[in-house]
């Protein structure tokens, strides 16, 4: 790429970030790309129909993904293969302790040709970023995506840069070694929409990954079905789902009951409340509704939560995760009745 005057890149970014163009869907044409983008990471990721489903309503959510698992299960492929689905510039950021905060967020330098300043563009600067075992990175970089992932955004020496919409980071890490890592703080976790787990295919699913890469990478054959337009306007879409108010109730309400548990030291915060009413939102939409029920949060909800809790020592010496207690929690609260009349006014 050649060099460009750090005027330039505030041009070309400024410019990119006024881009508005959406496409313009019904519901029936939105599904139906919808159905047509699972299908085509289906392709590559075997046996995983329900992780797609909820990595896929995170994006139309507007959310990140954090994949905790061991290497080897289909993290970065699966990745890779929404974003060629999903027609979204793709970057890969191998996160190891020597990654500078600036490789992420980008960095200004000094040509001397033409005395001036030149913006070089960090990782972040695409739609869809894999920060591929995050928690080997040091603190500082790893907190240089909060910025980015909060506000869609980067500061370089006082000046802000707008990153491409839609962005969308899915971060991965090994539960397994803990040598040479840094755990995510409490705040870099709470920016994750959800957390999921891939884990190991059974032996039927084994034999079809095997089997499908004896000639070829299946990635070549995935299909772009999407764009940046349309996932935008995907994601009005979703964003008009109809809430209505006892589902908001029963959303705080999940989430408060976390603040007051005997095991847990730190609940979820009101973050955590926004988060499980968009990932409600984009999993109605993904079957088929123009409403959220009951049945859209009880789904989505550990995936959501868990990983913004922290459990006390008690907890963890009887081995009680995270997950275990949201689920009594949620056998603890009311579940509201709405009818379809009430959803669809």
């Known amino acids: 790429m050649p060099d460009i005057t750090q005027k330039q890149a505030e041009d070309i970014i400024t410019e990119a970030s006024q881009e508005s163009q959406e496409t313009q869907l019904t519901q029936d044409e939105a599904y139906s790309i919808f159905k047509a983008l699972v299908a085509e990471v289906d392709k590559v990721i075997i046996g995983k129909h329900p992780e797609i489903i909820l990595i896929t309503s995170a994006l139309l959510a507007g959310g990140h993904v954090l994949i905790e698992d061991v290497p080897g299960v289909g993290k970065t492929t699966l990745a890779s293969a929404l974003a060629k689905a999903a027609g979204l510039s793709f970057k890969r950021a191998q996160f190891t302790p020597d990654v500078m905060a600036s490789d992420i967020t980008g960095f200004n330098i000094y040509n001397r040709k033409t005395e001036s300043f030149e913006f070089r563009e960090g990782l972040v600067m695409c739609n869809l970023l894999l920060a591929d075992e995050i928690n080997r990175a040091s603190p500082k970089t790893q907190s240089s995506l909060l910025e980015a992932m909060e506000e869609s955004r980067v500061t370089v020496d006082g000046k802000t840069y707008t990153i491409p919409d839609p962005f969308m980071v899915i971060a991965t890490q090994n539960p397994a070694g803990y040598v040479g890592t840094y755990p995510l703080p409490e705040a870099q976790l709470d920016r994750f929409m959800i957390k999921i787990a891939m884990g190991y295919p059974t032996l039927n699913e084994e034999i079809e990954i095997i089997d499908s890469r004896r000639e070829n990478n299946p990635l070549a054959d995935v299909k772009t079905v999407a764009d940046v337009a349309t996932i935008r306007g995907m994601r009005k879409h979703i ?65 959501t939560v868990a990983h913004r809790l922290i459990l006390k020592q008690e907890a963890k010496l009887n081995r009680i995760s995270a997950r275990d207690i949201l689920t009594e929690l949620s056998r603890t609260v009311d579940v509201p009745y709405v009818t379809e009349r009430e959803q669809k006014k």
Do not use: C, E, N, W
């Open 239 to 303: 964003s008009s789902i109809k809430v209505d108010p006892k589902i908001y109730k029963y959303i705080a309400t999940l989430v408060q009951v976390t603040r007051t548990h005997p095991l847990i030291s730190l609940g979820a915060s009101p973050r955590a409340s926004v988060a499980l009413m968009r990932i409600s939102q984009a999993f109605a939409f993904t079957r088929g509704r123009s409403y959220v029920l009951p049945d859209d949060v009880a789904a989505v909800y550990t995936h």
